[in-house]
C-alpha cells in the first residue's frame, strides 16, 4: 500500500472491553487458588501475564523477531476496565495498573484532553434485568470507582453485554454520560436532520423521515443522538459488526497489517462527510484468546499512523469534534452476546457455551431465587435503617468510597466519614456494625448479579458457584441483622435453587450445589480464629496481623515444642475491617508432626482468663513430658473438643503449609524414582536406540527424573549449565518429553529476579554480569521463554541509566554501557534499532541506539 496523506476527517477507534468477573471468597475478600489456571495463582493472574500487561507494553519486532519498539497499546485505542478487575490489578498486579493509568493520562495528550478510557456498570449485571435501584448504583458506583482511579468524570460509560433499554440510557444521561458502544443490531430506525443544524432539537427533527434499520444494516461510521425523557438525550455508537467478529472469531489478529487493511477498507470513499470505523470486541481477544494478539494491535496501529490510513481516534475525540447529526432509537432489550435479546441471563433460549445436549433451563430459577433474596431483604433494610441512617439508599450510592478505601491506611477515615454524612446521628458501636453489614449486604446482592453467573453451560461452572456464594454472604449477613432465623431463611432460597436442575451427572440441582460447593466456603470469626492458631505453629507472626479482610491482635501467645510436636496457645482479638464486628478468642493448637494438627477455639471472657492460664501450664508440662494423649485430653475438657484441623485452614495457607510438610517426603520419592532411573538409563537407551517398547515404569521413572533434575538445576544459582544441557541431551535420547509449561515459567521467574536485583542496584558488582550470562545461558533452552517482564525491567533500567551512570568514570560508564546493550540483546531487543516510543517505559537512549519505525523493517506477527 503506497504511502499517501490521510483523507480529511477519517478516523479509526479500536474499543476493548477488559473484564473478568469478580472471582474474591465472599468471607475472605481474596482469591483463592484456582487450579485450572496453572501454574498461575488464578485466573486473573493467568490472564494478566497473557493480556492485561502486555498490551501495556506491547512489542513490534523486526524480521529476526527482535524488539525494536515498546507501546502501550491503551493509550492509542478506546478502553474500559471492569472496576472489579482494577482492584484486583491495584493490589496483585501495580505495574499493569500505573500503564493502564498512564495510558488514559497520555491518551488525553493524543486526543486533545479526550481520555480513552470508559466507565463500566459496576460489576457487569444486566441492566435491564435490574430495578430502578440497582440501576442507579451501578451507574454511581462505575462513576465514582473511575473517577477514583483516573482522576477525571467519565464522558462514556460500557454497559454490560451492551445490554440496553431506554431506561438504562436515561438513567445514563440523568448521570452525565455523554455516550455509550452498542452492537448495529441493536439500533431499530434511524433519522437525518437539516445539514445546516448543528445540534438536534425535538423542532428539527419534526417531521424528518424514520429509516429502519433491519439486520445490522445501520451506519455504523457516525454517531446517533438518541432521545429521552425530560429533553434529555446521549449518544450511541453503533459499532461495525463484521469487522469486530473478524477480529475476534476470523483470525485478522494473525496478522497486523492485515489488520490495519480491514479497518481502513471500513471507511467509505463516496462519503465526503466525516467518518469514524470502530470496532468493539472483548480485550482479552488481544493476548488472551489470540496469542501474540497484542503485538498484531501494536502494529495496526503503527502501520494506519505510517501509511496515513486514517486519524487513530478515541469516542468522546471524534463525538467533541462532529457531534451526531442522525438521531436513533433502540431495540430495547438487547445486547451483543445473545440472539434472542437478554434471554441468555433468564431463560433456556439456546445461547450457551456449545455443551452438545445440555440445556439452561436452570437459569430462570436461579434468577428467581436471586430476586426472591433481593425483595426479601430490602423492606427489611429501608425499615431497620430508620433512625440510624438519613436515606439507605443515598448512603448505599455513597457506600462506594468505604469499598474502594478497604485495605488501605485510610479505610477508617473513609468508614467515619460515611457515618459522618450519612448517619442521622452519632451511632454506638453496635450500631455501626449494623449499618456496615447492611451495606456489605447490600454491596452482596449486588455482586450476586454478576452476568457471568448465567453466561455458560452449567449451574455447576466456576462462575455460578461464584454468584451463589455472594448470595450466600448477603443471606447469612441478612440472618444476623435482621435477627431471622437463619436456617429457616436459607431453606426457603436452598428450595428456590432446587428448582434449577443441573446437566452434570456429578449433581442434582442448585440446592445440591449450593451445600456441597457454597457453604463450605463460608467463614465465620471463630473460623478466622482457628486459622490463625493452627497456621501460627507454621508461621511467625507479628502481634498484629491483617489475616485477609480481617485485623488479628495478639493479646497471649506461647508456643512450647517437644520433638516433632508443637503447642502453640493464646488469646487473640479478631476484628472485620469491613463490618467493625470483634471478637476476642482463647485457642490452642497442638502439632504432631506430617499432617496431624488439631486446634480448638472458644470465645473469651475476662472470667476464662484464669482457667486458661491454668490450662496453658497443665498443657505446657505436658508437651515438655512428651505426654501428647494429656495435651489432647486437657484441650479437649477446657474447649469442649477439637473440631478444627489442617482441613480448616483457608485454601492458599493450608497448601502453602502442606508443600512445607511434604517436602520432606516428596525428596525422597524423587530420590527413588531418580536412583531407579539411574541404575537402569542404560536399558532405556538401549530400548529406546534399538526401537523397542520401553516399560512405562521405566519410562515414567525416566521423566519424573529428567524433569525433576532440570527443575533444581534451573533453581541453582547460577544455573548449573552443564547439567541442563546434559539433561535435555538424555530428554532427547530416551524420548521424554520435557514439563515445558512449568519449566518455562520457572525460568522466566528466574530472569525476573536477576532483572529485579539489577533495576534495584545496577552498579553493585556482579549485578549485570549475572543478568548476561543468565539471559545467555536461559537462550539455549530447548522451548520458548516468556522475557516480557525481563524486557520491561531492561527498559526501566535504561530509563535510569543516565542519571545513575553520572557518578562513574568514563571508562567504567561505556563498560557498563556495553555490557547493558549486549544483555538487550540477549533478551531479544534490538538496540541498535530501538525506536523510543512516547509514553512508553522509555526516554532518549543509550549513545550508540539508533532511531528506526516500523515501516523501514517487516515486523513478524506470530
Known amino acids: 500500500m503506497s504511502e499517501q496523506p490521510a483523507p480529511p476527517e477519517r478516523y479509526i477507534c479500536i474499543h476493548g472491553h477488559f ?94 484532553g479526550h481520555g480513552s478510557a470508559l466507565a463500566q456498570v459496576y460489576n457487569h449485571i444486566i441492566m435491564p434485568l435490574a430495578n430502578t435501584r440497582d440501576r442507579i448504583t451501578q451507574i454511581r458506583w462505575g462513576i465514582a470507582d473511575f473517577q477514583h482511579r483516573f482522576g477525571r468524570a467519565p464522558e462514556g460509560m460500557w454497559l454490560s453485554e451492551t445490554a440496553v433499554d431506554n431506561e438504562t440510557l436515561d438513567l445514563l444521561a440523568q448521570n452525565g ?267 452482596h446482592t449486588q455482586l450476586m448479579y454478576t452476568s457471568c453467573g448465567w453466561f455458560f453451560d452449567d449451574i455447576s461452572g466456576i462462575e455460578t458457584v461464584q454468584v451463589m456464594a455472594y448470595a450466600a454472604r448477603a ?24 428448582q434449577a436442575n443441573c446437566n452434570s451427572p456429578q449433581w442434582k440441582d442448585g440446592g445440591d450445589i449450593y451445600r456441597r460447593l457454597v457453604q463450605t466456603m463460608e467463614v465465620n470469626l471463630e473460623q478466622v480464629a482457628a486459622h490463625y492458631a493452627i497456621s501460627s505453629v507454621f508461621s511467625s507472626y507479628p502481634d498484629e496481623t491483617v489475616l485477609f479482610c480481617y485485623t488479628v491482635r495478639r493479646l497471649d501467645y506461647q508456643i512450647v515444642n517437644s520433638g516433632r510436636a508443637r503447642l502453640a496457645m493464646g488469646r487473640c482479638r479478631i476484628t472485620s475491617n469491613l463490618t467493625e464486628e470483634t ?24 472470667q476464662d482468663l484464669v482457667a486458661f492460664d491454668d490450662l496453658k501450664q497443665k498443657c505446657s508440662a505436658a508437651v515438655t513430658q512428651a505426654n501428647l494423649p494429656e495435651v489432647v485430653r486437657l484441650i479437649d475438657s477446657f474447649f469442649g473438643g477439637s473440631p478444627y484441623s489442617l482441613a480448616s485452614l483457608f485454601r492458599d495457607d493450608q497448601r502453602r503449609i502442606l508443600r512445607f510438610i511434604l517436602n520432606s517426603t516428596l525428596s525422597e520419592v524423587e530420590d527413588s524414582l531418580v536412583k531407579i532411573y539411574e541404575e537402569h538409563a542404560s536399558l532405556l537407551h538401549f530400548l529406546n536406540a534399538s526401537g523397542l517398547p520401553k516399560p512405562p515404569a521405566l519410562t515414567m521413572a525416566a521423566g519424573f527424573a529428567i524433569n525433576a533434575g532440570l527443575r533444581r538445576a534451573l533453581e541453582e544459582e547460577p544455573i548449573d549449565l552443564g547439567q541442563v544441557r546434559s539433561l535435555i541431551s538424555l530428554a532427547k535420547s530416551d524420548g521424554v518429553v520435557l514439563e515445558s509449561h512449568a519449566l518455562r515459567y520457572l525460568t522466566d521467574q528466574h530472569m525476573k529476579r536477576a532483572m529485579v536485583q539489577l533495576h534495584a542496584k545496577p552498579l553493585e558488582s556482579g549485578n549485570l554480569d549475572h543478568a548476561v550470562t543468565l539471559a545467555r545461558t536461559l537462550r539455549e533452552l530447548p522451548f520458548e521463554l516468556n522475557l516480557w517482564q525481563a524486557q520491561n525491567i531492561w527498559y526501566d533500567t535504561l530509563t535510569r541509566s543516565n542519571r545513575f551512570l553520572l557518578g562513574l568514570d568514563a571508562a567504567s560508564a561505556e563498560l557498563w554501557r556495553a555490557n547493558f546493550l549486549e544483555l538487550g540483546r540477549q533478551l531479544s531487543i534490538a538496540v ?24 523501514q523493517t517487516k515486523a513478524l506477527v506470530p
Not at 497442638?590 to 472458644?602: I, W
Request: hydrophobic share 40%.
Open 475 to 498: 443471606l447469612r449477613l441478612a440472618a444476623d441483622i435482621f435477627g431471622l432465623n437463619s436456617a429457616l431463611l436459607e431453606w426457603q432460597f436452598v428450595e428456590r435453587l432446587r
Open 583 to 606: 471478637e476476642e478468642v482463647s485457642f490452642a493448637a497442638l502439632h504432631f508432626g506430617d499432617h496431624n494438627v488439631t486446634a480448638a477455639v472458644e470465645r473469651s471472657t475476662p
Open 19 to 112: 473484564y473478568q468477573p469478580p472471582r474474591e471468597n465472599p468471607w475472605l475478600e481474596t482469591v483463592e487458588t484456582e487450579d485450572s489456571a496453572a501454574p498461575y495463582h488464578d485466573w486473573n493472574e493467568r490472564i494478566t501475564a497473557e493480556c492485561y500487561a502486555p498490551n501495556g507494553a506491547s512489542r513490534i519486532v523486526n524480521g529476526e523477531n527482535q524488539i525494536i519498539r515498546i507501546m502501550n497499546n491503551y493509550s492509542r485505542i478506546s478502553f474500559n476496565f471492569g472496576p472489579t478487575l482494577l482492584s484486583w490489578l491495584e493490589e496483585n498486579a501495580p505495574r499493569t495498573y500505573r500503564m493502564i493509568r498512564d495510558a488514559d493520562r497520555q491518551s488525553m495528550l493524543r486526543y486533545a
Open 177 to 443: 454520560i455523554l455516550f455509550t458502544i452498542l452492537a448495529p443490531h441493536q439500533c431499530a430506525r434511524v433519522r437525518e436532520w437539516a445539514e445546516t443544524t448543528l445540534q438536534p432539537t425535538l423542532d428539527t427533527l419534526q417531521g424528518a423521515r424514520w429509516i429502519e434499520t433491519p439486520n445490522a444494516s445501520v451506519n455504523p461510521n457516525h454517531p446517533y443522538l438518541v432521545q429521552l425523557k425530560d429533553g434529555r438525550s446521549i449518544t450511541v455508537f453503533f459499532y461495525n459488526g463484521p469487522l469486530s467478529r473478524s477480529i475476534a472469531f476470523e483470525g485478522v489478529l494473525n496478522n497486523g497489517e492485515t489488520f490495519a487493511g480491514r479497518l481502513a477498507r471500513g471507511l467509505d470513499p463516496s462519503n465526503p462527510e466525516p467518518q469514524v470505523v470502530h470496532v468493539a470486541t472483548d480485550g482479552e481477544s488481544y493476548g488472551h484468546h489470540h496469542r501474540h494478539g497484542e503485538m498484531a494491535l501494536s502494529y495496526a496501529l503503527r502501520f494506519i499512523e505510517d501509511k496515513k490510513l486514517a486519524q487513530l481516534t478515541n469516542y468522546g475525540h471524534f463525538l467533541a469534534q462532529f457531534p451526531p447529526k442522525w438521531e436513533a432509537e433502540i431495540v430495547e432489550d438487547t445486547s451483543w452476546s445473545c440472539a434472542h435479546g437478554i434471554e441468555r441471563w433468564r431463560s433456556d433460549c439456546g445461547c450457551n457455551g456449545g455443551h452438545q445436549g445440555w440445556n439452561q433451563r436452570w437459569r430462570a430459577p436461579l434468577r428467581a431465587a436471586f430476586d426472591w433474596l433481593r425483595d426479601t431483604v430490602t423492606p427489611l433494610t429501608e425499615n431497620i435503617a430508620q433512625g440510624l441512617l438519613k436515606d439507605v439508599w443515598s448512603a448505599r450510592d455513597a457506600y462506594i468510597s468505604v469499598i474502594l478505601a478497604a485495605g488501605t491506611a485510610g479505610a477508617c477515615e473513609a468508614i467515619d466519614q460515611f457515618f459522618a454524612d450519612h448517619a442521622e446521628r452519632e451511632l454506638s458501636l453496635a450500631e455501626r456494625t449494623t449499618v456496615l453489614e447492611m451495606m456489605e449486604m447490600q454491596r
Open 832 to 855: 541498535e534499532q530501538l525506536v523510543v516510543e512516547e509514553g512508553s517505559l522509555a526516554i532518549p537512549p543509550l549513545p550508540g541506539l539508533a532511531e528506526s519505525t516500523p515501516s
